[in-house]
């Protein structure tokens, strides 16, 4: 059985420079609330090194910054994401021409700015989804990119460490899942999925690694180092 340690948020701020050189997620299990007295972008912009000065980067050439200093709830892809996506894209270059490079600097030659602002702004949720706002059968909630819904859900990990007498009580964790044709069904045995029995069709369904970041203007959940922007797999 999987031991997760948990991590108040403040706690997690004050590590987040030693954590972010690990390719595995520190989960806080959403047990306390940070308010912090900055606005959004500024709030990741003081943890962009190794964290999110990518992702700040795409954001700017989006012109996305008064987007996610406006009211709502940001799911912040840190730069393992973007990382993650930039492999993938060269990856499939190199199926064609294998001296084929992807890097960021040919993401903004071939993405524009709207391009940019429709992949990213399926993070942004122009309203402020706090934990008690959320249920484990997960809602379905409009994100700033026209025609595209995700849905976000707080839910119990099966996998997680108790001890009786102890630690009892499971903690419940922020997800953000893209539903791909219709939701997954939960199978007895635990597994997951599609109703049309396509294997291909799976939903993709993302742990978020902190949460409940109160800025000046909203609420900011990161998403796991192990998730690909843009959902791509």
């Given at each position: 059985m999987k031991k997760i340690i948990y991590i108040p948020v403040a706690a997690f701020m004050l590590l987040l420079a030693i954590s972010s050189c690990k390719k595995d997620p520190v989960i806080d299990g959403g047990l306390s609330i940070a308010k912090v007295n900055m606005s959004t972008y500024d709030y990741l912009k003081s943890n962009s090194r190794h964290l999110f000065d990518t992702t700040l980067l795409i954001v700017d050439k989006a012109g996305m910054k008064d987007m996610i200093n406006g009211p709502g709830t940001f799911f912040v892809p840190d730069d393992y994401?973007?990382?993650?996506?930039?492999?993938?894209?060269?990856?499939?270059?190199?199926?064609?021409?294998?001296?084929?490079?992807?890097?960021?600097?040919?993401?903004?030659?071939?993405?524009?700015?709207?391009?940019?602002?429709?992949?990213?702004?399926?993070?942004?949720?122009?309203?402020?989804?706090?934990?008690?706002?959320?249920?484990?059968?997960?809602?379905?909630?409009?994100?700033?990119?026209?025609?595209?819904?995700?849905?976000?859900?707080?839910?119990?990990?099966a996998d997680d460490y108790q001890v009786d007498g102890i630690i009892s009580t499971k903690p419940k964790y922020i997800y953000l899942t893209k539903i791909r044709g219709e939701k997954d069904l939960v199978n007895s045995n635990g597994?997951?999925?599609?109703?049309?029995?396509?294997?291909?069709?799976?939903?993709?369904?993302?742990?978020?690694?902190?949460?409940?970041?109160?800025?000046?203007?909203?609420?900011?959940?990161v998403l796991s180092n192990q998730h690909t922007w843009t959902f791509k797999q």
């Amino acid at each position: 059985m999987k031991k997760i340690i948990y991590i108040p948020v403040a706690a997690f701020m004050l590590l987040l420079a030693i954590s972010s050189c690990k390719k595995d997620p520190v989960i806080d299990g959403g047990l306390s609330i940070a308010k912090v007295n900055m606005s959004t972008y500024d709030y990741l912009k003081s943890n962009s090194r190794h964290l999110f000065d990518t992702t700040l980067l795409i954001v700017d050439k989006a012109g996305m910054k008064d987007m996610i200093n406006g009211p709502g709830t940001f799911f912040v892809p840190d730069d393992y994401a973007i990382a993650s996506y930039l492999a993938a894209k060269q990856n499939d270059a190199r199926k064609i021409d294998e001296r084929k490079n992807f890097t960021i600097d040919t993401l903004f030659k071939y993405y524009s700015a709207q391009m940019l602002k429709d992949s990213m702004g399926i993070y942004f949720f122009p309203l402020k989804l706090s934990r008690d706002e959320l249920s484990a059968n997960g809602v379905l909630y409009q994100t700033s990119t026209p025609n595209i819904k995700l849905m976000v859900s707080l839910e119990e990990n099966a996998d997680d460490y108790q001890v009786d007498g102890i630690i009892s009580t499971k903690p419940k964790y922020i997800y953000l899942t893209k539903i791909r044709g219709e939701k997954d069904l939960v199978n007895s045995n635990g597994t997951t999925s599609d109703p049309s029995g396509n294997p291909q069709k799976l939903d993709i369904k993302v742990l978020c690694q902190t949460t409940g970041i109160i800025t000046n203007n909203g609420i900011i959940h990161v998403l796991s180092n192990q998730h690909t922007w843009t959902f791509k797999q």
